[in-house]
């Protein structure tokens, strides 16, 4: 994910960037928003689905960077945050120290989205109830997608599939119960690949029962994470990968 990355900036010393399937993301977000907008015309619609695209962002940048700064608590650096298709990646340069550090580096990241969603819904009621006219409605429509868009942030991460959020905090309790950090990658990197086997037939029954292309998408997050699962399981079984730098964590 390095040569169609463009670095953004650098933030807290990490480096942030995005790779080019993102804008991929962006594009649908804005136009399936302005879509949902059609009382409006045309510009203001896409508009306003570029900006909640924008907010979009900052949420998913946000969710990582709560990852980097407690990882950095333990000890811990990341070289750099990349917002790519299936949401970002927050590089750490090692793994965690214990297993206590990973199930907070871990819980970080949807902690902080489900905070952010109580805060843009509350944020919402307030807009709605002071700020008169098109500009309040508009206001507290961006409030109600950074609150649904955060919300979701949590709870999809919190799926035990490792490497996702979820699944590292797994590992971690695995890791503390078995004191092997290893077996317990294992462990965790098997019950991912069950869940995206499962996701995959979920995406393929259900979009052939619905005929709704929507349900592809599943298929290729299930593809993503089986992929991933697969990848952790085998470096395993093999010695401490030499030339890889880098561990990336949770999306
Ligand atoms: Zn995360």
Redesign the pocket.
């Known amino acids: 994910m390095t040569r169609q990355t463009v670095t953004l900036g650098r933030l807290f010393d990490i480096r942030v960037g995005v790779h080019v399937s993102w804008l991929v993301v962006y594009a649908l977000v804005t136009y399936a928003l302005a879509r949902g907008l059609e009382m409006l015309p045309a510009g203001q619609a896409y508009l306003f689905g570029g900006v909640c695209a924008l907010a979009l962002f900052a949420s998913v940048v946000a969710?990582?960077f709560a990852?980097a700064l407690v990882a950095r608590r333990f000890g811990v650096r990341t070289s750099a945050i990349t917002l790519f298709l299936f949401g970002g990646v927050a590089t750490l340069d090692e793994e965690p120290p214990t297993p206590r550090a990973e199930a907070w580096i871990a819980l970080a990241?949807?902690a902080l989205s489900a905070l952010l969603a109580v805060a843009a819904f509350g944020l919402m009621a307030l807009v709605e109830r002071t700020v008169p006219g098109r500009s309040g409605i508009a206001l507290g429509l961006l409030g109600a997608y950074l609150a649904l868009a955060n919300g979701v942030l949590a709870v999809f991460?919190l799926v035990p599939a490792y490497p996702m959020?979820g699944g590292r905090v797994l590992r971690a309790l695995l890791w503390h119960l078995r004191r092997d950090r290893l077996s317990a990658t294992a462990i965790s990197a098997r019950i991912a690949i069950g869940f995206a086997l499962a996701l995959v037939a979920a995406g393929v029954l259900c979009a052939m029962a619905t005929r709704n292309a929507i349900y592809a998408w599943y298929v290729v997050l299930g593809v993503f994470l089986l992929r991933q699962g697969w990848t952790e399981e085998r470096a395993t079984h093999a010695p401490a990968p030499g030339g890889e730098s880098g561990v990336p964590a949770?999306?």
Request: charged fraction near 20%; proline fraction near 11%.
């Open positions: 969710h990582e990852h990241g949807p991460n959020d949770a999306a």
